[in-house]
Nanobody, 121 residues
């Protein structure tokens, strides 16, 4: 069992920045990737970014490329999502999840509780 805890969400103005953190614990052996996902009210959950745990390879959805950066600290068992130049359309609940190295929520088994990100105009 893998436990994931997100933090760092909040309310910011358009153009501002936030840094989300996801701390993993438990039986993390064999964990291949950590992904960040988001879900706005009435919409499906979408992938934002994913990072391969061992190799560090990353992938991003087109709408955040150049604005968001995913990174990891293996010693701290933590994955970060640096969010710059935030837009109102980024408003959503953000989740981290452990699973396959795939830019999709499909197949991810372990999920955090989510953290709210609200971007005002």
């Amino acid at each position: 069992q893998v436990q994931l805890v997100e933090s760092g969400g909040g309310l910011v103005q358009a153009g501002g920045s936030l840094r989300l953190s996801c701390v993993a614990s438990g039986r993390t052996f064999g964990m291949y990737a950590i992904g960040w996902f988001r879900q706005a009210p009435g919409k499906e959950r979408d992938a934002v970014a994913v990072i391969n745990w061992s190799g560090g390879s990353t992938d991003y959805t087109d709408s955040v490329k150049g604005r968001f950066t995913i990174s990891r600290d293996n010693a701290k068992m933590t994955v970060y999502l640096q969010m710059d130049s935030l837009k109102p359309e980024d408003t959503a609940v953000y989740y981290c999840a452990a699973g396959p190295w795939r830019l999709s929520p499909r197949g991810y088994e372990y999920w955090g509780q989510g953290t709210q990100v609200t971007v005002s105009s």
